[in-house]
């Protein structure tokens, strides 16, 4: 009975111990071009990061708030990038790996699959790609202290 116990108690650390690694990705964090900050959080098992700031907020030519121009849904023109959910779908795979998501590129209009690679608390790389991670392309997104 007592190993039992034990056994029980040491499972239940473990599960413990990874969903709170897999939270370390929560919070809001810089691309590397400096443009924009995007929060991640947990949204029943996965994680989503949406823009919730922009260097430019604005259309310089109207005025009004930037929208998604380029997405090549058209209906989606009209959707204010503020607020717009880039990531989607990642999953904790362990060791530090978000995979199985998207990220969408608002200046392209283009998605990719996408995995996320937490360096350290304060760093994650980002690759996106189409069909194979070898042909890719990786950004150093800097986690923000948030007051």
């Known amino acids: 009975m007592r190993k039992l116990l034990l056994t029980l108690g040491f499972c239940l650390m473990a599960i413990f111990v990874f969903a709170q690694e897999a939270d370390d990705i929560v919070g809001v964090w810089e691309p590397g071009h400096g443009k924009a900050r995007v929060k991640i959080d947990n949204i029943d098992g996965k994680y989503y990061g949406r823009i919730v700031w922009l260097k430019e907020p604005n259309d310089p030519e109207t005025g009004e708030p930037k929208t998604d121009v380029n997405n090549p ?24 790996e978000w995979a199985e998501g998207t990220i969408y590129d608002p200046e392209t209009g283009n998605t990719y699959s996408s995995v996320i690679t937490f360096k350290d608390e304060n760093t994650l790389d980002i690759r996106g790609y189409v069909g194979v991670k070898t042909f890719g392309r990786s950004d150093t997104w800097r986690r923000l202290k948030v007051r």
């Open 73 to 96: 849904d058209k209906s989606m023109a009209n959707v204010p990038l503020r607020g717009y959910r880039i990531l989607k779908d990642f999953e904790y795979k362990g060791k530090g």
